[in-house]
């Protein structure tokens, strides 16, 4: 090839071969000329690719290292491992993966900062939490303005009213706000984000009765129903909501102990909210039978067939599994080479992004590059 060979083609032309591109080679092919520097971080650019990337996997895991590992369709069930496309140290120990939100994803650095971090570019921005009561948090982008929020919800010293303080940080003012009309109940880990919303559980005696709904563009909260539930019996519940193809999904694991043995049924049902916020659009989409020692089950990812990747707690460690609908059966998988992790680790889906954390109106100086 001729040394001009980019330098004659039409600049549209150019851009359509860098986008189809993986976001590392992207990284890469900045270094060669001034010229691929200022197309590769035009706005237009950045977002048409970030459009056409395909879902990545990340993970923090047990030693800090994080990792991240692209797939597309359907995954390789017979490899041991798969090789991640990215890996390396996090900058801040005891992190956790919470969630991702338009290329970014969001790290629980122990009780009281979370940190927002772009994986591709390795930048990171961490926030310091307004108090060591969180109970639950969040971060994603509203739905009309796209500017970006966490919301922190925490109880208030003992000897105070059991209302809860609602404070919510718009990134950029570099300053958490209190918000008046507290929530009502409590709402622990982080919430689901679905429709420029976070969801919670909500439980009364015992049992998940309502999701609470917090709107980033109003800022109000909101409720509408759980999913019903009709069994009986079931001494252990537990129940997670996640957020997959832009729906809710709501995961009750039940246990029903029918002797001093522990001998009986268990299983999760996983129902999924069809039509946004309508009580009456519950589906119950998969009924999985479970190891007796499972806590919890967390969808990951719906393949097109209906197939799952889930992690799963299972007594005091995470394993991921692959359930197959079709066959009704589970597969344990091990993606990354690292066995069973601690139930602390998380894996989630994110959409690898060129953005840089400078353009989001943050400041340089408040974004850590390592």
């Not at 990337?53 to 597309?72: G, I």
């Not at 992190?95 to 290329?103: F, M, P």
């Not at 969040?138 to 208030?156: C, H, L, T």
Request: charged share 25%; hydrophobic share 40%.
């Amino acid at each position: 090839m001729k040394p001009d060979f980019f330098k004659n083609l039409p600049p549209e032309i150019i851009s359509e071969i860098f986008l189809r591109l993986p976001a590392v080679s992207i990284l890469i092919s900045k270094c060669v000329c001034k010229r691929w520097i200022h197309l590769l971080e035009s706005d237009a650019f950045v977002k048409s690719h970030f459009a056409r990337s395909a879902p990545a996997l990340v993970v923090v895991d047990d030693s800090n290292q994080l990792k991240v590992l692209e797939f597309e369709g359907e995954l390789d069930l017979n490899l041991e491992s798969h090789d991640p496309l990215i890996k390396y140290d996090f900058p801040y120990r005891q992190a956790k993966l919470s969630s991702s939100v338009n290329g970014l994803i969001v790290v629980r650095v122990r009780f009281n900062m979370i940190c927002v971090c772009n994986p591709i570019t390795r930048e990171v921005i961490k926030l310091d939490l307004p108090s060591s009561r969180v109970s639950g948090f969040g971060f994603g982008a509203s739905k009309i303005s796209g500017r970006y929020k966490a919301v922190s919800i925490s109880s208030k010293p003992y000897g105070y009213d059991d209302k809860l303080d609602c404070h919510v940080y718009t990134l950029g003012t570099g300053s958490w706000r209190r918000l008046e009309g507290n929530p009502c109940v409590h709402q622990y880990g982080e919430g689901a984000f679905v429709n420029g919303n976070f969801h919670w559980i909500v439980y009364m005696n015992g049992e998940a009765s309502w999701i609470s709904c917090f709107d980033l563009e109003t800022e109000c909260f909101s409720f509408f129903k759980a999913p019903p539930y009709l069994a009986q019996g079931f001494l252990r519940r537990t129940t997670t909501l996640s957020a997959l193809s832009g729906c809710l999904w709501f995961c009750k694991v039940t246990s029903e102990y029918e002797d001093e043995y522990d001998t009986g049924r268990h299983e999760v049902t996983i129902w999924i909210m069809k039509e946004y916020g309508v009580d009456e659009s519950w589906s119950k989409e998969y009924v999985i039978p479970l190891d007796d020692e499972t806590q919890s089950v967390d969808p990951i990812k719906v393949f097109e067939n209906g197939d799952l990747l889930m992690l799963v707690e299972i007594d005091v460690s995470g394993c991921l599994f692959y359930y197959s609908k079709k066959t009704k059966t589970m597969q344990s998988i091990d993606l990354f080479g690292a066995g069973q992790t601690s139930d602390d680790v998380k894996y989630g889906l994110f959409t690898p992004t060129l953005v840089s954390l400078k353009t989001l109106g943050l400041g340089v100086e408040n974004v850590i590059s390592f």
